[in-house]
């Protein structure tokens, strides 16, 4: 849609006519929504001063970019929003050359500012092109923002970085840089000053008051300046980002100023919709819902893994004042949320910078504490180095819990939980073990929380698959697994977390009766239960929610060689070398041929 001829009442009526398709696919299909609401009329304004078909766009998570993927002629196609073969809730090239870069996680795109400045430069295009970058508060709370922000106001290049301020990223605003401007307010300094200045203003009346408040409100202005112009980035702002005239007018002066420049741009979540208008968490992230109520269409009545763990961790914490734990801006996500407000002292949202979680909690674990590290699995990816450096290497006993291990369903390639194993399995002193149900989950807690060496806990978004049917869980011991079912078969079934009720599922498929693994740990291995089932059984079958390369079954063919036990075959459903689309997860797994009736056919063969 080309909208620079556009006047501004006509921009204004676009933004109202973008809002409500997106309010409409939303409560459809779910997806992002404060967020993209709040972002609304500065990409509008965007769209009006550049040219995304030549200007690098580059939305920070672009989880907020939803109006410019209904400016960019996908209008009609974003009814699919989310869905499988649909639209990514996320920018994607493949759908449109407008979107420059994939993105899901946060806090990259000012390097990817940087990175496409530099390439302008050398190509000699910095008369026709010009990055634009849109980073929320809470992406700003990330190391890499400000290592690229560093080497931008040293070099200078043309760039426009709009800071979307709304003050709350996706929970309350964590850490210095969001407080920066009340700290200034409450500085001795400024304070020593505003109290002589009322008694002064005190003597002078009402016009005194008026002009002493209007000073304040200018010190306000100023003061969130200060870092980035320090930095070298020139600074604009703040404006009303929902002010149409203002943005384009701000946006147009900056893209003819030649080199780097911050806006600072304040935007209302959920603009346009009273219901999610300055609310926290709740209206982030939705599941389809009812538009007038503002209600969720369907509640599960099945308890997620998150809140079996918040439970679980909530019991642990009561008995045992060692017990810390830290998220990285995904409270409610994590389910510490409650924890956080129980034990404000003990429990901690340190913003987006799982870096710094991870090294901060290898800190309290060498004073004597017990950290629970409670992350997404796709995120933790963001603190590989530190879990080595900061924590396997001393040996510290800093628990990971890792949150939407698996397949994530709508979120996509991004945010799948598909990669843990393999990168964990490798660190020497990391234990790895997951749970298969309730039950077992409070189990591996209390587990965890007694373990003196680093360990990852993995499992599921949402409910586990039902496999507590199976057996009573056993308490779990360091490398021990538990056999569910035995029988007198060739095959075993060997199941690592979910993957156990994917296992059981799949045998109700199957005519042949087989035995059944609950492995519970893959580092270390039950080496004893697995020579047992060698001599037992000659095909083994993984079923686990992980990546085939470095995943469970490359564990136990490692093993097997290790033991020269050369007769056993090994097959593993796990993950292929691809990376994951989008969709619901039963139509995904479909794709994948990881449906429990397709997984027997392929056993059966």
């Avoid at 914490?317 to 409610?332: C, F």
């Avoid at 060498?366 to 590290?373: I, L, Q, R």
């Avoid at 530190?386 to 396997?392: E, K």
Wanted: aromatic fraction near 10%; include cysteine.
């Amino acid at each position: 849609m080309n909208i620079k001829d556009f006047t501004l009442s006509d921009l204004e009526a676009l933004s109202q006519k973008i809002r409500d398709r997106i309010l409409e696919v939303v409560s459809q299909n779910g997806g992002h929504l404060s967020s993209t609401l709040g972002a609304t009329e500065i990409i509008v304004a965007m769209h009006k001063v550049f040219d995304a078909s030549k200007d690098p766009f580059i939305f920070d998570v672009s989880h907020q970019a939803y109006a410019h993927k209904l400016l960019t002629n996908r209008w009609e196609e974003f009814a699919t929003l989310r869905q499988f073969d649909g639209l990514s809730g996320y920018t994607k090239p493949s759908e449109s050359s407008c979107d420059y870069f994939v993105a899901g996680h946060s806090s990259t795109s000012i390097s990817l500012g940087v990175g496409a400045a530099k390439a302008i430069a050398l190509k000699n295009e910095q008369e026709s092109r010009i990055p634009v970058v849109v980073i929320g508060d809470g992406a700003m709370s990330a190391g890499m923002a400000y290592e690229a922000l560093n080497e931008l106001g040293d070099r200078k290049y043309p760039m426009v970085i709009i800071l979307n301020d709304n003050e709350m990223s996706i929970a309350k605003p964590i850490g210095a840089i969001s407080r920066m401007l009340s700290s200034a307010m409450a500085s001795p300094f400024y304070q020593r000053f505003k109290k002589k200045t009322e008694q002064f203003v005190d003597n002078f009346g009402e016009g005194a008051h008026y002009l002493a408040k209007r000073f304040e409100e200018s010190f306000k202005l100023i003061t969130p300046g200060i870092l980035f112009e320090e930095m070298g980035i020139e600074y604009i702002g703040p404006v009303d980002g929902h002010d149409l005239k203002s943005l384009i007018d701000i946006l147009s002066i900056a893209k003819a100023m030649g080199k780097p420049v911050l806006v600072h741009v304040q935007t209302i979540k959920g603009k346009g919709y009273e219901i999610a208008e300055g609310k926290h968490e709740k209206w982030h992230g939705v599941s389809p819902f009812d538009l007038k109520s503002g209600t969720a269409n369907t509640a599960s009545s099945v308890k997620s893994a998150t809140q079996i763990y918040a439970d679980a961790l909530m019991h642990e914490a009561e008995r045992n004042p060692k017990v810390v734990g830290v998220t990285a801006a995904m409270p409610s996500g994590t389910g510490l949320s409650a924890l956080m407000e129980k034990y404000p002292t003990r429990f901690w949202d340190v913003a987006i910078a799982e870096q710094h979680a991870v090294t901060s909690m290898g800190a309290l674990a060498k004073e004597g504490f017990k950290p629970f590290c409670t992350i997404y699995s796709t995120f933790l990816q963001r603190g590989f180095d530190q879990v080595i450096h900061d924590v396997c290497l001393m040996d510290l006993p800093v628990v990971f819990a890792l949150d939407r291990a698996g397949i994530v369903g709508e979120d996509g390639e991004t945010h799948q939980g598909a990669f843990d194993i393999s990168f964990l399995r490798l660190i020497p002193n990391m234990t790895l073990c997951a749970p298969r149900d309730e039950k077992s989950f409070h189990q591996i807690i209390a587990y965890a929380a007694g373990y003196d060496h680093p360990c990852a806990i993995r499992y599921p978004r949402g409910a586990f698959l039902k496999a507590d049917h199976l057996a009573d869980s056993i308490p779990f011991e360091t490398g021990k697994s538990h056999l569910l079912i035995s029988n007198e078969s060739d095959n075993l079934f060997i199941g690592y977390g979910n993957g156990v009720g994917r296992a059981a599922q799949t045998m109700e498929y199957m005519e042949e009766k087989t035995s059944l693994l609950d492995l519970r740990f893959v580092k270390p291995l039950d080496c004893e239960m697995l020579r047992l089932m060698a001599i037992r059984h000659k095909k083994w079958y993984v079923f686990s929610d992980s990546c085939r390369i470095g995943g469970v079954g490359s564990a136990l063919l490692e093993w097997l060689s290790e033991e020269k036990i050369t007769d056993v075959r090994v097959m593993s459903f796990e993950y292929d070398d691809t990376f994951i689309k989008h969709g619901n997860t039963r139509l995904v797994e479909e794709s994948l041929g990881l449906l429990p009736e397709q997984l027997a056919k392929r056993v059966v063969a």
